[in-house]
C-alpha cells in the first residue's frame, strides 16, 4: 500500500500497544492526527500485530451479531403464538413480516450510507442503543398493527449492524485474519439464535411471547462499549483526509498526480452512481448477486422452519425451540470453520464447500420423517446453510473500496432484503398454499445454493490475504 493511501511512511512515531518493530505511524492529514492522539486507534492502526483493541472490536461485533440472531429467531419462534394471539392468518403474518422489512431495508442501506460520511464506530453504537430500546415496545404490542410497527422500527436500527459491524471489523484487522474473525464474529448469529431456542423453550412456555422481547433490551449496554473501546477505522479516516485534501488543492488552484486526478474523479461522484461504474459493475453484480440468493434461501427456511416442524410433523414449541438451540449451535461451527476455509486456501472455496454440504443435506432432511433422521440431517445441513454467512459478508465488505464500501454493502443487502424477505415470501407462501406444505418451497432452496456456488466459483475475483487497499483504489 502507497503511504499516500494509507498513512504509513516516514514521520513521528507514535507509540501504541505491543507495536514495537512496526514501522512508524505518520498521520495521512488532519483528522488522522487528531485520532493518533487515542492509543486504540494506534494499535489498529499499526495494522499488522493483534492488540486488545483488535478483540474488543471483534467482541463488539460479535454482541451485535449475536443480538441480532436472537431476535431474528425470536420473531419466527414465536410466529405461532403471535398469530393465535392477535387472530391473524398466514397470509395476514406473512404481510406484516413483509412491511417489517421493508421499513428495516432503509435502515439497511441508510446506516452504512452514513458510516461512509460519518464514520464507522458513531454510527455502529447508535443503531444498537437505538434497537435495544425498541424492543421492549414490541413487548408491550396491544395489537397487530401496533406490534409490525413497532418491529419494523427495530428492523430499522438492527439492520445497520448487518454492514457496519463488518466493515470495522473487516477495516482494523489484519488482512491475514480478516475471513476468520468476520467469519467468527458471524458465527455469533447461531448463539444468539441457540438462545432464542432456550427463550422458547424456557421464557415462552412460563410467561408467554412477550417476555421473549424484553431481553434483548440489556444490548444496550454494549453501545457504551463500542464508544468507548473501540476505535474508528483507520481506512476510512485516511480515506477522509485524501478527500479533504484533494478538495484544499483544488480550492487554491493546485494542480492534481495522476493518481489523485483518478481516484477523485470517481470519489466525487454520487455513491450509488460510482457502483455502476466500468470498474465496478462485476463487483457489484456478484456482491448482490450472494446477498439475493442468500436472503431468499434464509427467509424461506429459516423463517418457516417452526412452522413446518410444528405443521408437517406435529412439533411442540419445546420440541422445535429446543432444535433451534442445537440448530444455532452447530452452524457456529461452519460459520467459524468456514472463515478458517477462507482465508487458508480461499474465499471461493469457502464458498463452495458450504454451500454443497448444506444443500445436500437439506434436501435429505426435507424428506426425513423419523424424529432421529430430522435431527441428525437437521444439523448437518445447519453447517453448510448458516456456515456460507461467514464467507458471505466477508465477501461483500472486499468487493467494494473504502470511499463506498458501505454505500456497497447497503446497496446489496438492502436489495437481498427487498427481494429474499419481500418479495420472495410470496412465492414460498402461495406453493405452501398451493401444495398443503412447506416441502416443494423448501426443495428450491438446495438448486438456490448449488447455483450460488457455480456462479462464485467461475465468476468471483479471489481477495483471500490482500490489503483493503491492495483490491480497490
Partial sequence: MSSTTFGRGAGKTIAGESIA???????????????????????????ERLTSTHWHIAWANGLGWGFDGMDGAIFALVAPMVMREFAVSLPEYRSGVQIAMLVGILGLYLWPWLADRYGRRTLLALNIAMFSLMMPLVALAPGWGFFVAAYAIVRFALNGEWAIGSMLVAETWPARLRARIVCSDRAAW?????????????????????????????????????????????????????????????????????????????????????????????????????????????????????LFLKEAHGWSAAEYGSFYVAWGL???????????IADLVGRRLGFVVMLVEGAVFLTLWIYAESPTALWIFGLLWSIGFLGVWGPATTYTAE???????????????????????????????????????????????????????????????????????????
Fill in 330 to 340: 452447530i452452524g457456529v461451527v461452519g460459520i467459524a470453520g468456514a472463515g478458517w
Fill in 21 to 47: 518493530g512496526s514501522p512508524p505511524l505518520a498521520a495521512g492529514g488532519p483528522l488522522e492526527a487528531r485520532h493518533l492522539r487515542s492509543a486504540a486507534y494506534r494499535n489498529v492502526a499499526q495494522g
Fill in 399 to 473: 468487493m467494494y473500496p473504502t470511499r463506498i464500501r458501505g454505500v456497497g454493502n447497503g446497496f446489496s443487502w438492502a436489495l437481498g432484503f427487498f427481494i429474499g424477505y419481500v418479495l420472495w415470501p410470496f412465492v414460498s407462501v402461495w406453493i405452501r398454499e398451493a401444495t398443503g406444505s412447506f416441502h416443494l418451497a423448501f426443495l428450491l432452496i438446495p438448486v438456490v445454493m448449488l447455483f450460488q456456488a457455480v456462479v462464485v466459483w467461475v465468476w468471483s475475483p479471489e481477495n483471500a490475504g490482500k490489503d483493503l487497499d491492495g483490491i480497490h483504489v
Fill in 190 to 306: 447461531g448463539v444468539g439464535a441457540a438462545l432464542a431456542g432456550t427463550i422458547t423453550a424456557v421464557v415462552v412456555e412460563t410467561w408467554g411471547w412477550r417476555a421473549a422481547f424484553v431481553l434483548p433490551a440489556v444490548v444496550a449496554l454494549l453501545a457504551v462499549y463500542v464508544r468507548f473501546l473501540c476505535p474508528e477505522s483507520p481506512y476510512w479516516v485516511r480515506t477522509t483526509d485524501r478527500r479533504r485534501r484533494i478538495r484544499a488543492d483544488l480550492a487554491a488552484g493546485g494542480a492534481l498526480s495522476g493518481e489523485d486526478q483518478a481516484w477523485f474523479s470517481k470519489a466525487e461522484k454520487v455513491g450509488l452512481r460510482q457502483l455502476f461504474l466500468p470498474d465496478m459493475r462485476r463487483n457489484t453484480t456478484l456482491a448482490t448477486f450472494v446477498a439475493v440468493t442468500n436472503l431468499i434461501a434464509f427467509s424461506t427456511v429459516g423463517l418457516w422452519m417452526p
